[in-house]
């Protein structure tokens, strides 16, 4: 097994625990889900904006799964060309977090939406980890 492997493993470990958190406890502070906004639960009281949220968090899951399902293609049956060619592209779309979805969580964190205060701070923090981890991954594997 090599260090890209081992990277796309870990990978898709956490994300299934995200998929599982976001599919059986969205409500929970945990990983992803939707706990640590305070105004989840007062989504619930309005049962169409619930339904309209819990509708784009089960999307999540499944956008997370259907990336969960090509990785363990690619792990078996890809060559290491192509898993190096996977975590680079890991790394890519990992990075659009701070094009869109950072811009946000960092106003909903500034303005006290969110619990504990500073989560969109740890959050890019460990972003920034993963795509740093590919990105040396994909590097010492290229230059090995």
């Not at 090509?70 to 290491?80: A, S, T």
């Not at 192509?82 to 990992?94: N, P, R, W």
């Amino acid at each position: 097994m090599n260090i890209l492997s081992i990277v796309i493993i870990l990978f898709m470990v956490l994300e299934t625990m995200n998929i599982l958190i976001l599919y059986f406890a969205p409500g929970s502070r945990k990983g992803n889900a939707m706990g640590g906004f305070k105004t989840f639960d007062r989504i619930k009281a309005d049962p169409e904006i619930h339904r309209l949220v819990m509708y784009l968090v089960n999307w999540v899951a499944g956008t997370k799964l259907i990336f969960i399902a090509l990785l363990l293609v690619i792990l078996i049956i890809g060559d290491e060309r192509v898993q190096l060619y996977a975590v680079f592209a890991l790394v890519i779309s990992i990075a659009s977090f701070y094009w869109r979805l950072y811009p946000l969580i960092r106003k909903m964190d500034k303005e006290g939406e969110i619990v504990p205060t500073g989560y969109s701070r740890t959050l890019a923090l460990m972003i920034g980890g993963f795509i740093a981890v590919f990105a040396v991954a994909g590097i010492v594997f290229s230059v090995v």
